[in-house]
């Protein structure tokens, strides 16, 4: 099976600059994550989304950020305007259903994010 | 709260020997399961071993194998036969039914030296 795609691949762009990020998760894959991935860090989970609804974005810093996945499908992570802190890796992820944190997501390259 | 901590930054061994990287966390919950994800340059996370909390057995895939210590909240992974290809980070991770989610360690830098 194709795995998850996402891209850019990589970004620089300057601080209050708007960006957006995409994903397409592996086929029939219900849950969709977006994980932001400082240098140095852990991945931190930014939003979740079950199908086309939010099941939690209580990490994701919604004066900035906001993400999408309208059809249930793919998803677009953007951030407006963007700061010098938000330079990182993006990181996305899909599994069959909610329950992917007891057998494993799938994860793309990811976007790697520099701000200027 | 619920934490996951990786106390090694740093880490490298010799081609063929064995390495054992730490990992303790913190729950209250009494189901979870724990993983360990690579990351190598490419930036794509692999996983590499899970283990079940109600399983006393330690998971093992061939090369791969976890020390797995309820009491104490510590899952660590040992790579056998290290190989050039296992330079990467490695990522402890721990998911549970009570947030859905995963919560990383901060991860160690393994570098295998031929």
């Known amino acids: 099976e194709a795995g998850v795609a996402q891209s850019p691949r990589y970004k620089i762009i300057e601080k209050r600059q708007s960006v957006a990020f995409w994903c397409n998760p592996i086929?029939?894959?219900?849950?969709l994550y977006w994980y932001q991935q400082i240098l140095g860090q852990g991945p931190k989970l930014l939003i979740q989304f079950q199908n086309n609804g939010v099941v939690d974005d209580s990490q994701l810093p919604k004066d900035r950020f906001s993400a999408e996945r309208l059809k249930g499908v793919d998803s677009t992570l953007k951030i407006q305007p963007a700061k010098l802190e938000d330079s990182a890796v993006y990181l996305c992820a899909s599994s069959p259903t909610r329950t992917g944190y007891n057998y494993g997501y799938t994860f793309g390259s990811g976007t790697r994010l520099t701000v200027v | 709260a619920q934490t996951v901590t990786q106390s090694q930054p740093e880490m490298s061994v010799q081609e063929a020997e064995t390495v054992t990287l730490s990992c303790t966390y913190d729950t209250s919950e009494n189901n979870y399961y724990l993983f360990w994800y690579k990351q190598p340059p490419s930036r794509q996370m692999i996983l590499v071993i899970r283990q079940e909390a109600y399983k006393q057995q330690n998971a093992t895939e061939n090369r791969f194998s976890v020390n797995f210590q309820k009491a104490a909240k510590s899952f660590s992974l040992k790579i056998s036969d290290s190989q050039l290809g296992d330079t990467a980070m490695y990522f402890c991770?721990?998911?549970?039914?009570?947030?859905?989610?995963?919560?990383f360690g901060t991860g160690t830098r393994l570098k295998v030296l031929a």
């Open positions: 086929s029939g894959h219900a849950t």
């Open positions: 991770a721990f998911g549970t039914s009570g947030t859905y989610k995963y919560i």
